[in-house]
């Protein structure tokens, strides 16, 4: 019997449906799987955790959720974003629903960024592409977005440039350029794993601000099973690109079922600690 579901309450689907999802990479000597019939769920204003080791398969699972993955890579299932098959699109349909309704926030957001472009300019980028609003138009929305995501003096920082920003202002730069057109869908990569514990927290807190302002479902891919406590509603857990289990936060957590999820939580001897941490 599956577990109840409390995002799913009163909706008609969810904001990402993924069914069936395999990834091969052909190589000498025979295909490489990284993903294995992967099916999940990410709900309206809900936060979902896919965890797991390096080469567990969660990365490769949400760059086929924006089609970015490696060339080569042969796709199979069906992937749904608000009940639009997604990899029946073309090309053109799909750049057209990157960063309008599905955005992703990456690990390391001073690669990410222009470095010969203020971060104003960069976080506007939506309006123009999307929206077609003149620079003059779109940099009052920017100034909201910047001041949205708890960067001081905005109208100041938006002429700046990526190296005059702190690493934790560069991902809430990468985050404020996400939220600009309301997505339904936001994934996140490890985005916390190059920051301090203090930057971290400051992060965590902002996503969780814009799911429940916004109504965005973010999808946050990580490593780090203490975030996933403190942050995620819902978790798939993922081991050699299948997903071995999947549950409410505080079941997987306090009940495991699967023994790589039991094997996951005995490496992580601070996870209670973190949990337990006042927000």
């Known amino acids: 019997m599956s577990e109840p579901r409390p995002h799913a309450r009163n909706r008609d689907r969810p904001a990402l449906a993924i069914r069936g999802l395999t990834v091969d990479f052909k190589r000498r000597g025979g295909d490489l799987r990284a993903v294995d019939q992967v099916s999940l769920d990410v709900w309206p204003k809900e936060i979902v955790g896919v965890i797991g080791e390096s080469g567990s398969g969660k990365t490769m699972t949400a760059l086929s959720a924006m089609r970015l993955l490696p060339y080569g890579a042969r796709v199979s299932g069906t992937i749904e974003l608000g009940g639009r098959d997604i990899l029946s699109l073309d090309e053109a349909g799909m750049r057209g629903l990157r960063g309008d309704r599905i955005v992703l926030i990456p690990q390391d957001a001073l690669q990410a960024l222009n470095p010969t472009m203020p971060v104003g300019r960069q976080v506007g980028e939506p309006y123009e592409f999307h929206r077609k609003l003149s620079w003059r138009r779109a940099a009052d929305k920017v100034i909201d977005l910047l001041r949205a995501v708890k960067i001081a003096d905005p109208e100041v920082r938006a002429r700046e440039y990526p190296h005059q920003f702190s690493g934790g ?3 809430r730069a990468m985050i404020a350029t996400g939220l600009a057109l309301d ?3 936001i994934i996140a990569d490890e985005p916390t794993t ?8 400051r992060i965590l807190k902002l996503l969780r601000e814009i799911r429940d302002q916004r109504g965005s479902a973010i999808m946050f891919i990580t490593h780090e099973l203490g975030i996933v406590a403190e942050l995620c509603d819902w978790v798939y857990v993922m081991n050699g ?3 071995v289990e999947d549950g409410p936060v505080a079941r997987i957590f306090g009940a495991p079922r699967a023994d790589y999820t039991r094997m996951l939580l005995a490496a992580t001897p601070s996870i209670h600690k973190r949990k337990e941490r006042p927000r």
Request: glycine share 6%; no cysteine.
């Open 194 to 201: 190059a920051l301090d514990v203090t930057v971290q927290a």
């Open 183 to 185: 997505p339904e869908l």
């Open 241 to 243: 690109g299948r997903v």
């Open 169 to 171: 202002m560069q991902q």
